[in-house]
């Protein structure tokens, strides 16, 4: 714990990746670690870790990186941050994100711009790019992120880390700060494919703060490490290795599938045909849960209040005008507008249609498969500044993970390479709902 506070100060000036550092309590915790008896201690005791800010945390301040939420203390921890204190771990601080999760660049944020410490021009990706940058640069060993549409793999893929993206219902959401509540997941971020099923086993369980989590099994993921591959099956869908990716993501994806092959897996090419219209599907749903999830942030309950409101309908108003950035009054604009009676059922309906139809592309391709694997993102990390003003083309980042998100299964994106400019490339690995393990097991055996 004092070397990841030694390293924060050290690196974060540059990096950007803490919103808010949690030292006295951290090194009075670990202090008191020290009693715990040997046979007491799990895999995980005693090692620090940052958690993104859209998980609420106890007397820490928790903004989601937006200024609505400025000054909110929150009186409870959310379930994850409970398990991670029961597995003996040590929250450092809490980790800076686009406002609400929403956006692939970091440049979002409402407090700072997190960049990707392989090259400070460069984007970590997002949303969760300070998780992603902090464990990248050795500031913590491993972070918390949340995934919706790509939000833990992307910047995982950006970052050259381990994140994964677990099925949805394996992790309590109790806590997380909801942006789309049928697509929302936390996650794991880690250095090591091995560190990264230990923290999943930690957090993963049915909890009865959140009914949406699944009363399954848990397993010890971490058994599934350096498990053999042979004979497993990999499908390889041609949508995510075609046009609009660049050709050094290609290949670096194709020498992968080589390592894999030499270890007795064998792979096709497969087909989601659906894929193209996921990015749509995804835009629609997310924004329209996130337009109602939203609406709870009023000035009323939370966080920041604008001053110079005369009545309670001009309160709302000015607070939500002064504390919400343009990305997400965008999503709040796009959303309602497809909840709105005129246009539900050509937005909001057909989306949800066409999400079953994406869910039954997977659930067709695993019926022959054991996994899918694909590239993380379509290219390295672009520039800072460099698709600021074009959402399209940032939207576009997440057209290999969001796909993931809509059919529910879970999906990792494992460090495949380095692109020419020294930037790394992702590899994504997407497994059946609720088989984590066999992710894990190919994971392994790539790494
Ligand atoms: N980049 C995507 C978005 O802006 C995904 C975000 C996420 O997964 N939280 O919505």
Redesign the pocket.
């Given at each position: 714990t004092e070397h990841a506070f030694e390293q924060i100060e050290a690196v974060d000036a540059e990096v950007q990746a803490f919103l808010v550092l949690n030292k006295e309590n951290a090194l009075k915790q670990a202090d008191e670690l020290e009693t715990t008896p040997f046979e007491e201690r799990g895999p995980l005791f005693g090692l620090p870790i940052g958690v993104k800010d859209n998980i609420v945390t106890e007397g820490i301040e928790t903004t989601a990186s937006s200024k609505i939420l400025e000054g909110f203390n929150p009186i409870y921890d959310a379930t994850v941050v409970r398990k991670l204190r029961e597995a003996g771990m040590i929250t450092v601080g809490k980790i800076n994100m686009?406002e609400f999760?929403?956006?692939?660049s970091n440049e979002?944020s409402a407090y700072k711009k997190t960049k990707n410490p392989w090259n400070l021009a460069h984007v970590p990706g997002?949303?969760?790019g300070g998780s992603a940058a902090a464990v990248a640069a050795g500031e913590v060993p491993f972070a918390l992120g949340?995934?919706?549409?790509?939000?833990?793999r992307?910047p995982a893929a950006f970052c050259g880390v381990v994140g994964m993206k677990p099925t949805y219902g394996r992790v309590s959401r109790f806590g997380l700060i909801a942006?789309?509540s049928s697509?929302?997941q936390i996650g794991p971020i880690t250095r090591t494919v091995e560190d990264n099923a230990l923290l999943l086993e930690a957090i993963s369980g049915v909890d009865e703060m959140d009914s949406t989590s699944a009363n399954v099994e848990v397993p010890k993921f971490s058994e599934a490490i350096g498990k053999s591959i042979k004979g497993l099956r990999i499908g390889v869908p041609k949508e995510y290795m075609g046009e609009g990716v660049s050709e050094e993501v290609r290949a670096s994806v194709l020498e992968a599938l080589k390592v894999l092959e030499a270890q007795g897996a064998v792979w096709e090419e497969v087909s989601l045909p659906h894929s193209e219209y996921a990015l749509a599907t995804?835009?629609l749903l997310?924004s329209s849960e996130a337009s109602s999830n939203l609406a709870r942030f009023d000035g009323i309950r939370y966080g920041y209040r604008a001053e110079e409101a005369k009545n309670l309908l001009e309160l709302y108003k000015m607070t939500r005008a002064q504390g919400f950035g343009d990305?997400v009054k965008r999503?709040i604009m796009l959303g309602t507008y497809s909840l709105s009676a005129g246009s539900y059922d050509a937005y909001y309906l057909k989306a949800q249609k066409v999400r079953t139809l994406i869910k039954q592309d997977f659930e067709n391709v695993f019926e022959n498969y054991d996994v899918i694997v694909g590239p993380t993102t379509p290219t390295p990390a672009f520039k800072v500044g460099e698709n600021v003003d074009d959402p399209l083309t940032?939207?576009a980042?997440?057209i290999l993970?969001?796909p993931v998100?809509l059919a529910g299964v879970p999906g990792i994106s494992i460090p495949c390479g380095f692109a020419a400019d020294g930037l790394p490339l992702g590899l994504q690995i997407i497994g059946k709902h609720f088989d984590e393990a066999t992710i894990y097991q190919v994971a392994s055996a790539y790494e």
């Amino acid at each position: 714990t004092e070397h990841a506070f030694e390293q924060i100060e050290a690196v974060d000036a540059e990096v950007q990746a803490f919103l808010v550092l949690n030292k006295e309590n951290a090194l009075k915790q670990a202090d008191e670690l020290e009693t715990t008896p040997f046979e007491e201690r799990g895999p995980l005791f005693g090692l620090p870790i940052g958690v993104k800010d859209n998980i609420v945390t106890e007397g820490i301040e928790t903004t989601a990186s937006s200024k609505i939420l400025e000054g909110f203390n929150p009186i409870y921890d959310a379930t994850v941050v409970r398990k991670l204190r029961e597995a003996g771990m040590i929250t450092v601080g809490k980790i800076n994100m686009d406002e609400f999760a929403m956006g692939s660049s970091n440049e979002n944020s409402a407090y700072k711009k997190t960049k990707n410490p392989w090259n400070l021009a460069h984007v970590p990706g997002g949303s969760s790019g300070g998780s992603a940058a902090a464990v990248a640069a050795g500031e913590v060993p491993f972070a918390l992120g949340s995934d919706t549409g790509g939000s833990i793999r992307q910047p995982a893929a950006f970052c050259g880390v381990v994140g994964m993206k677990p099925t949805y219902g394996r992790v309590s959401r109790f806590g997380l700060i909801a942006f789309a509540s049928s697509l929302d997941q936390i996650g794991p971020i880690t250095r090591t494919v091995e560190d990264n099923a230990l923290l999943l086993e930690a957090i993963s369980g049915v909890d009865e703060m959140d009914s949406t989590s699944a009363n399954v099994e848990v397993p010890k993921f971490s058994e599934a490490i350096g498990k053999s591959i042979k004979g497993l099956r990999i499908g390889v869908p041609k949508e995510y290795m075609g046009e609009g990716v660049s050709e050094e993501v290609r290949a670096s994806v194709l020498e992968a599938l080589k390592v894999l092959e030499a270890q007795g897996a064998v792979w096709e090419e497969v087909s989601l045909p659906h894929s193209e219209y996921a990015l749509a599907t995804y835009y629609l749903l997310s924004s329209s849960e996130a337009s109602s999830n939203l609406a709870r942030f009023d000035g009323i309950r939370y966080g920041y209040r604008a001053e110079e409101a005369k009545n309670l309908l001009e309160l709302y108003k000015m607070t939500r005008a002064q504390g919400f950035g343009d990305e997400v009054k965008r999503r709040i604009m796009l959303g309602t507008y497809s909840l709105s009676a005129g246009s539900y059922d050509a937005y909001y309906l057909k989306a949800q249609k066409v999400r079953t139809l994406i869910k039954q592309d997977f659930e067709n391709v695993f019926e022959n498969y054991d996994v899918i694997v694909g590239p993380t993102t379509p290219t390295p990390a672009f520039k800072v500044g460099e698709n600021v003003d074009d959402p399209l083309t940032m939207y576009a980042n997440d057209i290999l993970t969001i796909p993931v998100n809509l059919a529910g299964v879970p999906g990792i994106s494992i460090p495949c390479g380095f692109a020419a400019d020294g930037l790394p490339l992702g590899l994504q690995i997407i497994g059946k709902h609720f088989d984590e393990a066999t992710i894990y097991q190919v994971a392994s055996a790539y790494e």
